[in-house]
Every structure is written in structure tokens, then in C-alpha cells.
């Protein structure tokens, strides 16, 4: 243990979900699976909870958190959806797809979940673990991924401790993440337009695409991000002795994402090559080009992020 709590590890059963529960309730943060990444929950009614998963993720207070509710029902409650969100949801959830939609004013939600914005980022996960502890208790989570901001994304158990160890109260082990890439983030706007923030597992189109922001809105926005720790070099066909390599398709590495070329594939290992690599003793990493169609686009996506050195 490297912080102050003890980080407890979960069964992804009826008991470790129990005790997940116990845990959220009384204002701790437990680290959940979800088809996407390992997200960091807290209860997003509690401003002591939220607060918690900022501080434990060394989180910018202007990056607002996504709200999982169990339903749409329940979405409904938190944010006005119009004709446009409303047919999103009911096409898309659950699954991989968050909705930024005007909050409401009555919506019982800590400050900090929404970083103070007019607006809630929405999502009903499709897991099986997280989809019991939102049924478990009463009240939605706030759940960004659990990693230090601005670093790696997990998709595993082992990726949430070797860096939240002790940092968090629990982590339930649900295996590894399906899809590997967080999801989808659209804005709908009070005109029915749509803005897609974040690309992810579901392309919905056509749709319009915000390249500029003034504000940040949802997560995924911040132009640094997703970083292994070290030099990322991209669009790589060969490469240096003291670079570990991440192919893909015909370009072998250290760690490949698919070497079938599946994107897919590529999508779901994607977070794991990286984790690999900024554990290995090579002080560089080189990627293999990735096609930029389908979840294509969303795996550029972030690699462009994570070549990009902070401020």
C-alpha cells in the first residue's frame, strides 16, 4: 500500500458487489469494470464522495465527472432530454455511449461531479458488475477511469493497483475490459445539433464534430492525455533499439495489437501494449500506423493524445 487507505480486492460476485455497495454508501470510492475501462466510483449525490475520486486521480477541478445511472428512467431524472437524446438512448443503452445533456435544476448531484457546469455527462453502462452495484444502491455514480488523470486508462484489476493502491478503498476484479476505449461522448444541443466530444466503440453518424472547444465538457477533451510516462512516437513502421514496439497488422512489436489487423482487436489491447510499455525498461515507445476509420478514429484519437506532451 503506497497511500492511506487499505485498497481492498473484490470478487466480481453476489458478496464482493455487496461489499462494494457498503462501501459507496458510507462515501468511499471503489474501483468498478465496465465494458469500456475500469471506472473510479464514488456516489455522485455526495460532494465528500466526489471529491474523493478527484483527489485520489489528482483530477483538474474543471473536468467533470460521467454520471451511470441503471436506466433511462433514471437518466431522466438528472437531465432534460429532448427528442434526440432521448432516441440515442433508447438506441445506444446500454452501452458504450455518454450523453452531455442540460442538467437539471433539480437534480440531487454534487457540484463537483459536473464541475460546476450547466450541463451532466450521462451513461448506462453495459456490464453485468457495474449494472448490479447500480442496482444495488440508490443512488448514481460518478465514475471516471480509474488511473492517475491524465495517464493510462485501465482495463484490468492490476492496472487500477499499480497505481491507486492505497489510494482507493476497493477494487472489484471483473477481469479485463471488453471494448478497452472509453465511450463515446456526444453533446446534444438545445437546438437538437450534435457534437461528438470524444470518439469511441460507437460511431454515430453523421453528426456534427466539435474540433474546437471553449470549455471543457466531458472528459477525454484535454489535449494531453492517456500518457504512458515516456516518449510515444506514432505512425511507426520500424523501429530504434530502445524503443518497445506496438504493432499491428503486418508490423510485429514487443506487444501487438492485432496482428490480423482488426480493429476491433486493436481497440481492446490497446490501454494493455501501453501499460506494457511504460513498465518496460526501454525509455521510448513506437506504434505501428493504425487505419483512421471505425474505432480506428478513436484509437488515433487517443494515441495523438498520448504522444502529446503536457503543458
Not at 58 to 72: A, K
Not at 145 to 150: E, F, L, V
Not at 231 to 243: M, T
Not at 271 to 297: E, T
Request: glycine residues 10%; proline residues 8%; contains cysteine.
Amino acid at each position: 500500500m503506497v497511500g492511506k487507505y487499505a485498497t481492498e480486492t473484490l470478487q466480481a460476485n453476489e458478496s464482493g458487489i455487496a461489499r462494494a455497495a457498503e462501501i459507496l454508501r458510507a462515501g468511499g470510492v471503489v474501483a468498478v469494470p465496465t465494458e469500456t475501462v475500469y471506472g473510479l466510483a464514488g456516489r455522485a449525490d455526495s460532494e465528500e464522495a466526489v471529491t474523493r475520486i478527484y483527489e485520489a486521480k489528482g483530477r483538474p477541478s474543471f473536468n467533470p465527472l460521467i454520471v451511470h445511472v441503471p436506466s433511462i428512467e433514471r437518466a431522466k431524472r438528472l437531465a432534460v432530454f429532448g427528442e434526440e437524446a432521448t432516441e440515442l438512448a433508447l438506441g445506444y443503452w446500454p452501452g458504450p455511449l455518454t450523453l452531455v445533456l442540460p442538467k437539471r435544476e433539480e437534480a440531487e448531484l454534487a457540484a463537483k461531479a459536473t464541475a460546476g457546469l450547466p450541463t451532466l455527462a450521462l451513461r448506462v453502462p453495459d456490464h453485468p458488475v457495474m449494472s448490479a452495484l447500480l442496482g444495488a444502491v440508490d443512488f448514481p455514480l460518478a465514475a471516471p477511469s480509474a488511473n492517475p488523470s491524465g495517464f493510462i486508462s485501465p482495463t484490468s484489476a492490476k492496472h487500477v493497483l499499480a497505481s491507486l493502491d492505497g489510494r482507493i478503498d476497493a477494487v472489484i476484479d471483473g477481469g479485463v475490459s471488453r471494448a478497452g476505449l472509453e465511450s463515446t461522448i456526444l453533446a446534444v444541443r438545445d437546438d437538437g445539433t450534435v457534437e461528438e466530444l470524444r470518439p469511441g466503440p460507437i460511431k454515430v453518424a453523421p453528426r456534427d464534430s466539435a474540433r474546437q472547444y471553449d470549455a471543457i465538457e466531458a472528459p477525454g477533451q484535454l489535449a494531453s492525455h492517456y500518457a504512458p510516462g515516456k516518449p510515444l512516437r506514432l505512425d511507426a513502421s520500424d523501429h530504434a533499439g530502445d524503443e518497445f514496439m506496438i504493432g499491428f497488422a503486418g508490423i510485429a512489436g514487443d506487444c501487438t495489437l492485432s496482428g490480423a489487423g482488426n480493429l476491433e482487436e486493436a481497440a481492446s489491447r490497446l490501454y494493455a501494449c501501453l501499460h506494457l510499455g511504460a513498465a518496460s525498461a526501454k525509455p521510448r515507445i513506437a506504434v505501428a500506423p493504425i487505419p483512421d476509420r471505425d474505432i480506428g478514429i478513436a484509437i488515433n484519437d487517443r494515441l495523438r493524445r498520448a504522444a502529446t506532451p503536457p503543458d
